[in-house]
C-alpha cells in the first residue's frame, strides 16, 4: 500500500473512533415541535422549578441571556424549554419521567423549537417562506428569533446533538391550526421525512410520538381534529398517538392546564419507555 494512503487511512480510523467516542451512547436525545402546546403554554408553577435531576438536560436553542443561556449548549431541564419566556410544556415531565425509569446511567435530552398560533406548513423547508408571509407580525417576531427558519434551527441544534449523544425520538405537537386539514397526516411525513434525510437516521429506530389536541371531554374547541392524528401511522409506520383523554385544560379550550401538561408529557413518556423496553414504574 502506498505510505501516504496508509497514513491517510490510519488518521481517518483514529478521527472516526474519537468521534465515536465523544459521542455517549446513553445520551438519549429527543426532538420536539409543534405550536403553542408543545411550545408551553401554561404559568410554570414553583413544583416545576424545583427536584430536576441534572441527567434530563435540555439544549437551548436561542440565546436567553436574562437565564443564563447560550444557543447550542446544554442546561439542567429547569423550565423554560422552548424559548426565554414560554410556559410548561409536556417535554418537561416527559424527561422528568424518563430519567426516573431509566438506568442511572442514561441521560436525555431535549431540543424545543416550537411556535404558537403556527401551521405544519411552517416545518416544511420548501414552503415555510410563503407560509410565512400570511402569519400576523406577532407570529413573525418569534419566529425570527430562529433566523426566520424554525426547521433550519431544529437541524442546527440537532447536529450539535448528535455530537454528544443519540437521538431517540420526535415529540410532535401540532394540529389546532391545521383542523379538519385532511393532508395534514401528509404534510407532517414531509417533515418527519426531511429529518430522516436531514440527520441521517432511520425511521424504523426513531419514532415519531403526536399528542392529541385537548380532548373533547375537556370541551376541547379543535378537538375534531384528534380523529386525523389518530390515522397518523397509516401514513407514518413508526408513529404513535398520545391521547389527551382527561387532560385538564385552560379556560379557553385550546390549551392544556399546567395540570394537563404534566399528565401529557408522562404519557409521552410511558410510550416512549414502551418502545425502549422499560416498564414506568416511577413518577415525578
Not at 196 to 212: F, I, T
Not at 214 to 225: E, K
Given at each position: 500500500?502506498?505510505?501516504?494512503?496508509?497514513?491517510f487511512?490510519?488518521?481517518?480510523?483514529?478521527l472516526?473512533?474519537?468521534?465515536?467516542?465523544?459521542?455517549?451512547?446513553?445520551?438519549?436525545?429527543?426532538?420536539?415541535?409543534?405550536?403553542?402546546?408543545?411550545?408551553?403554554?401554561?404559568?410554570?408553577?414553583?413544583?416545576?422549578?424545583?427536584?430536576?435531576?441534572?441527567?434530563?438536560q435540555?439544549?437551548?436553542a436561542?440565546?436567553?441571556?436574562?437565564?443564563?443561556?447560550?444557543?447550542?449548549?446544554?442546561?439542567?431541564?429547569?423550565p423554560?424549554?422552548?424559548?426565554?419566556?414560554?410556559?410548561?410544556?409536556?417535554?418537561?415531565?416527559?424527561?422528568?419521567?424518563?430519567?426516573?425509569?431509566?438506568?442511572?446511567k442514561?441521560?436525555?435530552?431535549?431540543?424545543?423549537?416550537?411556535?404558537?398560533?403556527?401551521?405544519?406548513?411552517?416545518?416544511?423547508?420548501?414552503?415555510?417562506?410563503?407560509?410565512?408571509?400570511?402569519?400576523?407580525?406577532?407570529?413573525?417576531?418569534?419566529i425570527?428569533?430562529?433566523?426566520?427558519?424554525?426547521?433550519?434551527?431544529?437541524?442546527?441544534?440537532?447536529?450539535?446533538?448528535q455530537?454528544?449523544?443519540?437521538?431517540?425520538?420526535?415529540?410532535?405537537?401540532?394540529?389546532?391550526?391545521?383542523?379538519?386539514?385532511?393532508?395534514?397526516?401528509?404534510?407532517?411525513?414531509?417533515?418527519?421525512?426531511?429529518l430522516?434525510?436531514?440527520?441521517?437516521?432511520?425511521?424504523?429506530?426513531?419514532?415519531?410520538?403526536?399528542?392529541?389536541t385537548?380532548?373533547?371531554?375537556?370541551?376541547?374547541?379543535?378537538?375534531?381534529?384528534n380523529?386525523?392524528i389518530?390515522?397518523?401511522?397509516?401514513?407514518?409506520?413508526?408513529?404513535?398517538?398520545?391521547?389527551?383523554?382527561?387532560?385538564?385544560?385552560?379556560?379557553?379550550?385550546?390549551?392544556?392546564?399546567?395540570?394537563?401538561?404534566?399528565?401529557?408529557?408522562?404519557?409521552?413518556?410511558?410510550?416512549?419507555?414502551?418502545?425502549?423496553?422499560?416498564?414506568?414504574?416511577?413518577?415525578?
Open positions: 500500500m502506498n505510505i501516504h494512503i496508509k497514513v487511512s490510519i488518521a481517518y480510523l483514529l472516526l473512533s474519537l468521534s465515536a467516542f465523544s459521542q455517549d451512547k446513553n445520551f438519549h436525545i429527543y426532538l420536539c415541535f409543534g405550536q403553542s402546546n408543545m411550545e408551553g403554554n401554561a404559568k410554570i408553577e414553583p413544583q416545576d422549578t424545583v427536584n430536576i435531576n441534572p441527567r434530563f435540555v439544549m437551548e436561542v440565546d436567553c441571556p436574562d437565564l443564563n443561556r447560550k444557543m447550542g449548549q446544554w442546561y439542567t431541564a429547569i423554560p424549554l422552548c424559548r426565554c419566556k414560554t410556559g410548561l410544556t409536556p417535554a418537561d415531565y416527559f424527561g422528568r419521567e424518563l430519567v426516573a425509569n431509566l438506568p442511572e442514561v441521560r436525555v435530552g431535549v431540543i424545543n423549537v416550537s411556535i404558537g398560533g403556527c401551521k405544519i406548513e411552517l416545518f416544511d423547508n420548501d414552503h415555510y417562506e410563503s407560509y410565512v408571509t400570511t402569519v400576523p407580525g406577532w407570529m413573525k417576531n418569534f425570527s428569533q430562529y433566523n426566520g427558519n424554525p426547521y433550519a434551527r431544529l437541524v442546527e441544534m440537532a447536529k450539535l446533538a455530537k454528544d449523544g443519540v437521538i431517540k425520538g420526535i415529540l410532535l405537537h401540532q394540529g389546532e391550526s391545521n383542523t379538519n386539514d385532511t393532508l395534514w397526516t401528509q404534510k407532517v411525513k414531509v417533515v418527519y421525512d426531511n430522516m434525510h436531514d440527520l441521517n437516521l432511520k425511521p424504523r429506530k426513531v419514532p415519531l410520538l403526536a399528542g392529541e385537548v380532548n373533547a371531554d375537556q370541551g376541547g374547541i379543535c378537538a375534531s381534529m380523529k386525523i389518530a390515522t397518523l401511522p397509516q401514513t407514518i409506520k413508526n408513529a404513535h398517538v398520545i391521547s389527551s383523554a382527561g387532560c385538564t385544560d385552560s379556560a379557553d379550550n385550546l390549551h392544556f392546564n399546567a395540570a394537563g401538561y404534566r399528565e401529557l408529557g408522562k404519557r409521552y413518556a410511558t410510550q416512549m419507555l414502551s418502545l425502549l423496553g422499560h416498564k414506568p414504574m416511577a413518577t415525578n
